[in-house]
């Protein structure tokens, strides 16, 4: 499926930023929330992998590498379309005519591979039912928020970010597209104890590529010899995925992705955050995650 077949005819300044619709108390986008009942009537397989994350988290880069491996390193099949042709985002209803990610799922054959950014609650209740192997992406809240800020600023499709400072108070107390983030880590890491989810970390991937690698691939069950595992370390790397038009979505209009404005590779660091929030800030922050996470078990890393 060509998602950007027909953009041609798209008339740019229709497109509008998102406003933010709860759906149980959930923040999401407008055309999320709207085709809620269709999103909660998916039909999940048994054989269909879930990429789960909070925005920012890393999802693009897990995809990566759980493209490669199912394709078993092979980098042209791997660079058959662009990262959201290749694996659909089931919670994405874009401006027509682009399809949506339920449609995409739906024309694709099985086993599919398929992206959500739903907290644990608002998931199809197919995927909990067919038992689907999640994997599952966090990262520390403070490089998590700045990378979600500058995300809003180029993305024409979210809703409007504001200044950092308004933008950092929306997204601590939850008013925020996908909702709040302490919940979603935390709503995701408890159901990993009833369900066949591997929950890993960005600054983990960050520290150690291989290992995290290899735990991906023993949790789908594939061969990892280390010729393989090197190449897939070398195609994953940021700098690579930078310069990949199938994974840096600069294949999207720039009235969608503006990547003058900010690129969607921007980084990919831990500790960014250090530039963007005042000691004052970090530190309501540690307080939040003090709070909000106790007696989880949750422990990220906010540096290395
Ligand atoms: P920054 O904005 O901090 O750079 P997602 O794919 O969930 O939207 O996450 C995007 C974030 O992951 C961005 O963070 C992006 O740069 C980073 N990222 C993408 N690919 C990466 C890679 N191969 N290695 C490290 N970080 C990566």
């Given at each position: 499926m060509n998602l950007l077949a027909g953009l041609e005819e798209f008339d740019p300044g229709s497109l509008k930023r998102s406003e933010l619709v709860e759906v149980e108390g959930v923040p999401l986008l407008d055309t999320t929330a709207a085709n809620q009942e269709l999103l909660r009537s998916f039909k999940a397989q048994p054989d269909d992998l879930l990429i789960c994350t909070y925005p920012k988290a890393g999802t693009t880069w897990v995809q990566e590498i759980v493209d490669m491996l199912q394709h078993r390193g092979d980098k042209q099949k791997c660079a058959r379309a662009p990262m959201y042709e290749r694996i659909p985002f089931i919670d994405l209803f874009p401006i027509k005519p682009i399809p949506s990610g339920l449609e995409m799922a739906e024309a694709m054959p099985s086993p599919r591979t398929l992206k959500s950014h739903l907290p644990v609650q608002l998931l199809p209740p197919s995927f909990w039912e067919q038992n689907c192997k999640i994997i599952y992406v966090a990262r520390n809240v403070k490089d998590n928020m700045v990378s979600y800020f500058h995300f809003h600023r180029m993305n024409q499709g979210m809703p409007e970010p504001g200044n950092w400072d308004q933008f950092l108070e929306n997204f601590l107390i939850g008013r925020i597209t996908?909702?709040?983030?302490?919940?979603?880590?935390?709503?995701?890491?408890?159901?990993?104890?009833?369900?066949?989810?591997?929950?890993?970390?960005?600054?983990?991937?960050?520290?150690?590529?291989?290992?995290?690698?290899?735990?991906?691939?023993?949790?789908?069950?594939?061969?990892?010899?280390?010729?393989?595992?090197?190449?897939?370390?070398?195609?994953?790397?940021?700098e690579t995925m930078k310069d990949n038009p199938m994974a840096n979505y600069c294949t999207l209009p720039a009235f969608i992705m503006d990547h003058n404005l900010s690129p969607f590779m921007r980084k990919g660091t831990v500790g960014d955050w250090k530039e963007h929030l005042t000691v004052a800030q970090s530190e309501k922050i540690d307080d939040l995650c003090s709070q909000l996470l106790a007696g989880s078990g949750l422990d990220f890393r906010m540096e290395l």
């Open positions: 996908w909702g709040s983030w302490f919940d979603h880590v935390r709503g995701w890491w408890e159901a990993k104890d009833r369900h066949p989810i591997l929950y890993l970390f960005y600054e983990d991937m960050k520290e150690d590529p291989a290992r995290e690698i290899k735990k991906i691939a023993q949790f789908l069950g594939l061969e990892l010899p280390n010729p393989l595992l090197k190449e897939i370390i070398e195609h994953t790397k940021f």
